[in-house]
């Protein structure tokens, strides 16, 4: 089992991305529809989809999103949240690194800080992959961790209570390999749960070079969805790529 299947579970869903509110959901969708200029009856493809909340919203407005999401359990909750809403995205369960994407999609969207978790080759043949899927001239946006700021303000160790429960997160980072490993504890029914970490960070300036070397072209860099600027205190980082040429070279930053 590879570290983040044994992250994800009910736990993180509950108290994490699966009890955001709506609003924010909404807030999400509006930004995307207005960056990528989505339109009813377009194509989306929702990568790392979780339990659906950004692909169950773009259906709501007449597009046709289509997530890829690994585990079944969240799958689940993703096609009874869609019946309850009365719409239907399609929802396909597996690894994002094995699972055909199909083509010709308007957009390809990675939300809520989901990239890193593979290798830095698995990573950039994801890129590959979400290339070859989008029509020419179509969008691809990341909403990720600015590894930049992660340094500025790294703490090696975090104390906090989610859902009443205390979760501690012991973490170093890897300066050669930009690497941020560590394991997140919580008491659980009287046991210790413990889960390893092994993130991979990524600097503006990094993703920057490796998609522009796999064929996109920078349009977008904010700082939040107020579109502010990008910069050294930016936590989480929104970009937004356009497909322009064939990839000219091996993706290295």
Known sequence: MEWFESLYDDFRQRTGFGNLPEDRTRS??????????????NRVLDLFSGTGRHSIELARRGIEA?????R???????EQRAKEARVAPQFIMGDVRRVPFGSDYDAVIIMWMSFG??????????????????????HFFME?????????????????????????EERTFNVLT???DGTVCREDAGKTVTRETHWRLYSPHELKNILEATGFRLVAAYGGLDR??????????????????????SGDA
């Open 28 to 41: 999400d969708v509006d930004f995307l529809v207005e960056e990528l200029s989505l339109q009813p009856g």
């Open 66 to 70: 289509v997530g890829v999401e690994f």
């Open 72 to 78: 079944p359990e969240y799958v689940s909750i993703a």
């Open 117 to 138: 978790y593979f290798s830095d080759d698995e990573d950039r043949a994801v890129i590959r992959k979400v290339h070859s899927s989008l029509r020419p001239g179509g």
């Open 144 to 168: 990720l961790l600015n590894r930049d700021y992660l340094l500025r303000h790294f703490t090696p160790r975090d104390e906090k209570l989610l859902g009443g429960v205390k979760v501690v």
């Open 178 to 180: 930009s690497r941020m």
């Open 228 to 249: 502010k600027q990008l910069d050294l205190e930016t936590r989480l980082m929104r970009l937004v790529f356009k497909k322009g040429c064939e990839p000219s070279g």
